[in-house]
């Protein structure tokens, strides 16, 4: 850059330079030329009256003088326009001198022997000053005198035109120097952002390969991540059942023993004839903690597996596990539960949505009523739990919190999906849809806008016919 200014200031000082120089020459060539002319003018009027001055001499004839004054008048204002361009130096005037005198003497000398002859004195008079060398003289010498100062004159313009010649060439070649390095420049120019551009496409290529391979890294790991959290989840209700079973058969047939053996012991005193009120008492009282014990084992068994599934089929289970729940908690539950065409894994994915988001209800929401709908939506199987809470923003992330997202990847794992539509102060509404098993298919639902009736706007979310203020998923 630096190097492109420095070249680009000598081009423009070269130019300016060579500019006045030309100038100068070209006003030195014009005032040589006008001093040419002058001198001429000079030679040609001396000439003149000197030929003139001869014919009036040898012809006597009167005729001649007028031209003849007339040539003599042009030659001092002739002298003095050439002696103009003399005045620069002593040395140039000292040189204009040896025509100017000899210019002057001879003038003087030609109206001496014209007036001689005019007055009419013998012709020996004027003959005699005719015949003199020195008139002759003197215009030699003025002739050599203006043959060398024309000369000199050539000679100078030829110099200064020569001069002007070599600066147009000068300026000729910087022009030439200004197009090559103009285009020089214009050649880096064009290499350089050339340059550029392969290195910003290699680096756009470059990012682009990164990104894919993130994208594609990222996709590897989120297919990994839900293969691995449905493998938990498998675990988890492979456990649960165990865990169920183990309930079942050991504390199960532990209760079902305490239980006999209470029947047992009463009978026992009966047949010895003990009335003892106190041992009564206490013995009704081990019978009622032991069959709480049995609904409470019931209760937990229910909550790991839902044997009900099997037995009684999703719609029984559903509206069992929110009569308890509603007892449990003393929070109305409504229910509204249609029969759905659903695999018993897809009813086992159903029951734990609404079971989750029921005991979210209990912890979070503070309801009074809850509702939970299943609905038959012909392509899909729609399951709603709506309460009307204190709500929450679904778009801030709580971390450690895997109910709903455990909800999201069930369903999804199932082709279905869920969306949570809730905002604070507005209730809550979880829906989850799964396709129903005649139309399953291996794409994700698309599920419709719910359709609850007759809800007016501004309600909270469980009693919304529309979306809610804000949703996830
Ligand atoms: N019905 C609801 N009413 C109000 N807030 C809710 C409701 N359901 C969920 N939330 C809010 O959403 C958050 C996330 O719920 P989520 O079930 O994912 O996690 P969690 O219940 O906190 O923990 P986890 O379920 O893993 O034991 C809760 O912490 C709560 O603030
Ligand atoms: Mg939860």
């Given at each position: 850059m630096l190097w492109a200014a420095l070249v680009m200031a000598l081009v423009l000082l070269l130019n300016e330079f060579g500019y006045m120089n030309s100038r100068e020459h070209l006003e030195q060539s014009n005032r040589l030329e006008q001093q040419r002319v002058a001198l001429n003018n000079l030679r040609t009027a001396v000439i003149d009256a000197e030929t003139l001055q001869r014919g009036y001499l040898i012809s006597g004839d009167k005729r001649y003088l007028g031209p003849y004054q007339l040539a003599v008048s042009r030659i001092e204002p002739a002298l003095d326009r050439a002696r103009s361009f003399y005045v620069g130096s002593q040395q140039s005037l000292s040189e204009f001198a040896t025509i100017s005198r000899p210019i002057s003497r001879r003038i003087a000398e030609m109206e001496v022997t014209v007036r001689m002859r005019q007055s009419g004195g013998g012709d020996v008079e004027w003959l005699k000053a005719f015949n003199t060398d020195a008139g002759q003289t003197y215009m030699d010498t003025a002739r050599t005198g203006l043959d060398r100062l024309r000369q000199a004159n050539d000679r100078a313009l030829v110099v200064s035109k020569r001069a002007l010649e070599r600066n147009l060439l000068a300026a000729r070649l910087v022009v030439l120097l200004v197009i090559l390095l103009g285009a020089a420049a214009f050649y880096l120019l064009v290499r350089q952002s050339r340059r550029i551009d392969h290195i910003q496409e290699e680096r756009r290529q470059l990012i682009q390969q990164e990104r894919d391979q993130l994208?594609?890294?990222?996709?590897?790991?989120?297919?990994?991540?839900?293969?691995?959290?449905?493998?938990?989840?498998?675990?988890?209700?492979?456990?649960?059942?165990?865990?169920?079973?183990?309930?079942?058969?050991?504390?199960?047939?532990?209760?079902?023993?305490?239980?006999?053996?209470?029947?047992?012991?009463?009978?026992?005193?009966?047949?010895?004839?003990?009335?003892?009120?106190?041992i009564t008492q206490r013995l009704q009282h081990l019978v009622e903690s032991l069959n709480a014990g049995v609904a409470f084992k019931r209760q937990l068994i229910e909550e790991l597996q839902p044997s009900s599934l099997t037995h009684l089929g999703l719609r029984a289970t559903l509206e069992n596990y929110a009569r308890e729940f509603s007892e449990r908690t003393e929070i109305s539950v409504e229910t509204d539960i249609e029969p759905v065409d659903l695999a018993p894994d897809a009813q086992l994915v159903v029951f734990r949505v609404m079971q989750e988001a029921l005991t979210n209800i209990s912890k979070y929401a503070q309801a009074t009523h809850v509702r939970v709908m299943l609905h038959d939506k012909k392509d899909y199987a729609l399951l709603q739990v709506l309460d009307d809470g204190v709500g929450f923003n679904v778009n801030q992330k709580v971390h450690a919190s895997y109910g709903l997202s455990g909800m999201r990847h069930r369903l999804e794992a199932m082709h279905g999906s869920l969306r949570i539509v809730s905002a604070p102060g507005r209730g809550t509404r979880i829906e989850g849809s799964l396709p129903q098993a005649r139309h399953r298919m291996a794409e994700p639902v698309r599920q419709e806008p719910p359709a609850a009736a007759g809800m007016e706007e501004g309600s909270p979310a469980m009693l919304q016919a529309g979306p809610a203020p804000a949703t996830l998923g």
């Open positions: 994208d594609t890294e990222v996709r590897e790991r989120t297919v990994q991540l839900s293969e691995l959290t449905t493998h938990v989840m498998k675990v988890q209700e492979a456990e649960r059942g165990r865990m169920a079973q183990e309930l079942h058969d050991e504390m199960g047939a532990l209760l079902t023993a305490a239980k006999l053996d209470t029947a047992r012991i009463k009978s026992r005193l009966g047949q010895l004839g003990v009335d003892d009120e106190k």
